[in-house]
């Protein structure tokens, strides 16, 4: 069975940096997508970042500008998400997915995590990032 596990949520200051991590078990994760996605208060769920678990491709969400940037350890069967220069508009609860196996792992795979979390298999518990102005 697969799951997923949080951690690295806290209370930040506006323009501070914090570091998650989503550590995996049950699955070595090959050929899976795997990414994080968040949830504001009063706002539904959307995408933030998308990794494969070679680390060859990546996906990211236009709203974060290039401050955030998701990377894998394949030891440890964790992935994480480096946020740096962080808003209070990045306030939300954190959560990481994976998804598969599937027969092949591209660009368009990562897109379709992106605009399509209904369908994706495995979610962790979440977990809150606060940021202070």
């Known amino acids: 069975q697969v799951q997923l596990v949080e951690s690295g949520g806290g209370l930040v200051q506006t323009g501070g940096a914090l570091r998650l991590s989503c550590a995996g078990s049950?699955?070595?994760?090959?050929?899976?997508?795997m990414g994080w996605f968040r949830q504001a208060p009063g706002k539904a769920r959307e995408f933030v970042a998308a990794?494969?678990?070679?680390?060859?491709?990546?996906y990211y969400a236009e709203s974060i500008k290039g401050r955030f940037t998701i990377s894998r350890d394949n030891t440890k069967n964790t992935w994480y998400l480096q946020m740096n220069s962080l808003k209070p508009e990045d306030t939300a609860l954190y959560y990481c997915?994976?998804?598969?196996?599937?027969?092949?792992?591209?660009?368009?795979?990562?897109?379709?995590?992106?605009?399509?979390?209904?369908?994706?298999?495995?979610w962790g518990k979440g977990t809150l990032v606060t940021v202070s102005s």
């Open positions: 990794i494969t678990w070679s680390g060859i491709t990546t």
């Open positions: 049950g699955s070595t994760f090959s050929n899976y997508a």
């Open positions: 997915a994976a998804d598969g196996p599937h027969a092949i792992v591209i660009q368009t795979t990562l897109m379709g995590m992106a605009v399509g979390q209904e369908h994706i298999k495995h």
